[in-house]
């Protein structure tokens, strides 16, 4: 993941690789994961080069820092959380009054800046992927309700999803979240909840090679499940290690 952080502050930060993954690959542990892939005698000039490409920890005041940072791939998208610590050397130093310092009382205060955002990583075959909320309720008036009618209209709500024939229950309907749709799918991504497959041919496949193996399938496309006269629009679950012990999914 390539990044570009501007440190606009008068305090020199420290860039904290591990809260966007714990499991983030070193520069030269991301060279010897490809080595087969390049002659014996390009490794090193090739190791080199993801060292130049790495992203510096250490971002001066002022500049701006710019690199890559090495992770194990994701399917859909993930969550980052970009933290940046302050220098506690330097905040050490201002406490006990031995360092000169422009800093005003606010920005000297914090020992830590923290930003975050859903990226997301299409393929063709994410449901988000097709997901227009221009067009959800296109030509339709939209309520504009106060705390109390917003609380009976909750009320009224249908108790669970139906089939497409609308004949059988299935999930229930227990959380209603409030908001637009991009700041739904950070919030949600940075639960750890996943993006999902669209049901198709190759999703499908895989979907059933997954159950047989045992193995996990964090994306795995969910059911089609209707309410309010159509299928979900988009769909978010928690995978376990098993794709047979999927959680409960959002839609």
Request: aromatic share 10%; with cysteine; charged share 25%.
């Amino acid at each position: 993941m390539w990044l570009s952080v501007e440190n606009a502050s008068p305090r020199r930060l420290w860039f904290l690789r591990n809260t966007i993954d714990p499991d983030f690959y070193s520069a030269d542990e991301a060279a010897l994961l490809v080595r087969s892939e390049v002659p014996s005698s390009q490794f090193e000039i090739m190791r080199q080069y993801f060292r130049d490409e790495s992203i510096r920890v250490l971002m001066q005041p002022g500049y701006v820092t710019e690199g890559f940072v090495f992770l194990p791939r994701t399917e859909g998208g993930r969550y980052v959380d970009l933290r940046l610590a302050a220098d506690a050397y330097e905040a050490e130093s201002m406490r006990a009054g031995t360092q000169e310092s422009k800093v005003s009382p606010a920005l000297g205060s914090f020992s830590e800046l923290r930003f975050g955002f859903a990226l997301t990583l299409p393929d063709g075959e994410f449901d988000y992927e097709r997901l227009d909320t221009s067009r959800t309720y296109d030509g339709e008036e939209l309520p504009n309700l106060d705390a109390e009618s917003l609380r009976s209209a909750l009320e009224q709500l249908p108790c669970c999803v139906t089939d497409a024939q609308g004949s059988r229950y299935g999930d229930p309907l227990n959380v209603v979240i409030v908001g637009n749709a991009e700041d739904v799918m950070h919030s949600l991504s940075r639960s750890d909840w996943s993006f999902t497959h669209r049901i198709s041919a190759e999703t499908v496949r895989r979907l059933i090679a997954a159950a047989i193996e045992g193995e996990g399938y964090a994306v795995a496309p969910v059911s089609n499940l209707y309410v309010f006269g159509r299928k979900q629009d988009i769909a978010l679950q928690r995978a376990r290690r098993s794709i047979a012990r999927i959680a409960r999914r959002v839609v």
